[in-house]
Nanobody, 120 residues
């Protein structure tokens, strides 16, 4: 059974930093992509950053130059280093994984979310 355990959220002042972690377990056939999304009440969940197998990354324009997504070496742990945080970064951050269940097919799975609050 696949599990995603997120950690690292919290309260920080504007300009500060936080590092989110997402540990994936139960993965047998490998990971296609991992990413971070965020959601505020009343709005749609939006992509923050994603990293695909092979290491290519993609970021939302609003976080480029401030956030860095990475995976641990030889691990299924995903990180999001968030620097120069702004109040508008306040949201629930969700880890997302697209993992293989065979040679071709994959399943998409969400973590439970972790709250990030940036005070002005």
């Amino acid at each position: 059974q696949v599990q995603l355990v997120e950690s690292g959220g919290g309260l920080v002042q504007a300009g500060g930093s936080l590092r989110l972690s997402c540990a994936a377990s139960g993965i047998i056939f490998g990971i296609k992509a991992m990413g971070w999304y965020r959601q505020v009440p009343g709005k749609q969940r939006e992509l923050v950053a994603v990293i695909i197998s092979g290491g290519n990354t993609n970021y939302a324009d609003s976080v480029k130059g401030r956030f860095t997504i990475s995976r641990g070496n030889n691990t299924n742990t995903l990180y999001l280093q968030m620097n120069s945080l702004k109040p508008e970064d306040t949201a629930v951050y969700y880890c997302n994984i697209d993992y293989f269940v065979g040679a071709v097919h994959s399943i998409n799975y969400w973590g439970q979310g972790t709250q990030v609050t940036v005070s002005s």
